[in-house]
C-alpha cells in the first residue's frame, strides 16, 4: 500500500485522486507506520531544505527498502537536489494532475528516479558532457531500435522532455511514451538517465543487455 504523510488537507485531497486505495496519516509515528508500505510519499510541509533532507534520510533508516516520494508545495531544484541526495527517489509538485502521480509511482516502483523537466534537463546535460570526456563521444549500438524508437531515444538523450521530443517529431505525447517504454526494455534501464547513460557507453549498454 502508498503511504501519504501530510498534515495538510488540500493536498490530501488531490494525493487520494491518484491513489484513493492510499492510506494518509498526518505525522511520522512508529504506530502509523505499521507494516511495511510500497510506497512512501513524504509532504514537504514547508520546513527548511535541511530538515527536510534530515526527515528522509529518517523515513529510509526506518523503513528499509521503501522508496521515499516527497510532494511539495512549492517545488525547486534545489530541494529537488537535497532530497535526492538524501535517498529519495522522486519529487514532485503536491498539485500535480493524479495521472502524473502515477506515473511518478510506476517509475518508483520499478526501481527508476522521478525528477522535474529542468532538473532532468541538467541532469542530463551534465552526465553526457561527463560521458563525452571519458568514452570520447562513443555510441550504443541502436540497431536494435525501429527507426521511430531510435528518434525518440535521441531526442531524450538530449535533455528533451516528452513534449519537447513529440513537437520535434511531429508526433502526440503517448506516441513518444509508449515508443520511449519500449526503448527502456530493450535497453534494460529504468529511467531516463540510466538510458542517456547507456546510449553514451557502449560498455554499460552491453552490460545491461546481456545482463
Same mark, same amino acid.
Given at each position: ?87 529519495? %527517489? @522522486?519529487?514532485?509538485?503536491?498539485? #500535480? *494532475?493524479?495521472? =502524473?502521480?502515477?506515473?511518478?509511482? /510506476? $517509475?518508483? +516502483? &520499478? ?46 538523450? %538530449? @535533455?528533451?522532455?516528452?513534449?519537447? #521530443? *513529440?513537437?520535434? =517529431?511531429?508526433?502526440?505525447?503517448? /506516441? $513518444?511514451? +509508449? &515508443?520511449?517504454a519500449a526503448v527502456f526494455e530493450k535497453f534494460g ?23
Amino acid at each position: 500500500m502508498i503511504v501519504a504523510i501530510c498534515p495538510r488537507a488540500e493536498f490530501v485531497a488531490r494525493w487520494r485522486q491518484a491513489f484513493p486505495e492510499g492510506r494518509v496519516i498526518a505525522a511520522v509515528a512508529g504506530a502509523a507506520l505499521d507494516g511495511q508500505p510500497s510506497q512512501l510519499w513524504l509532504h514537504d510541509g514547508g520546513i527548511d531544505e535541511r530538515a527536510l533532507a534530515d526527515r528522509v534520510a529518517l523515513l529510509i533508516r526506518s523503513q528499509p527498502g521503501v522508496p521515499v516520494v516527497v510532494f511539495s508545495a512549492a517545488p525547486n531544484q534545489q530541494r529537488a537536489l537535497r532530497v535526492l541526495d538524501a535517498g529519495a %527517489r @522522486g519529487f514532485c509538485h503536491a498539485l #500535480a *494532475a493524479p495521472e =502524473l502521480m502515477r506515473q511518478v509511482a /510506476t $517509475v518508483v +516502483a &520499478h526501481g527508476g528516479l522521478w525528477i522535474g523537466p529542468e532538473l532532468m534537463k541538467r541532469m542530463i546535460g551534465a552526465v553526457v558532457s561527463r560521458l563525452d570526456r571519458n568514452v570520447g563521444g562513443s555510441r550504443a549500438d541502436l540497431s536494435r531500435l525501429t527507426p521511430r524508437e531510435r528518434a525518440v531515444a535521441l531526442e531524450v538523450s %538530449r @535533455g528533451a522532455t516528452n513534449k519537447e #521530443a *513529440a513537437r520535434a =517529431l511531429g508526433i502526440t505525447e503517448r /506516441t $513518444v511514451k +509508449a &515508443h520511449l517504454a519500449a526503448v527502456f526494455e530493450k535497453f534494460g534501464v529504468r529511467d531516463r538517465l540510466e538510458l542517456v547513460i547507456a546510449l553514451r557507453d557502449p560498455v554499460a549498454a552491453l552490460a545491461r543487455s546481456v545482463a
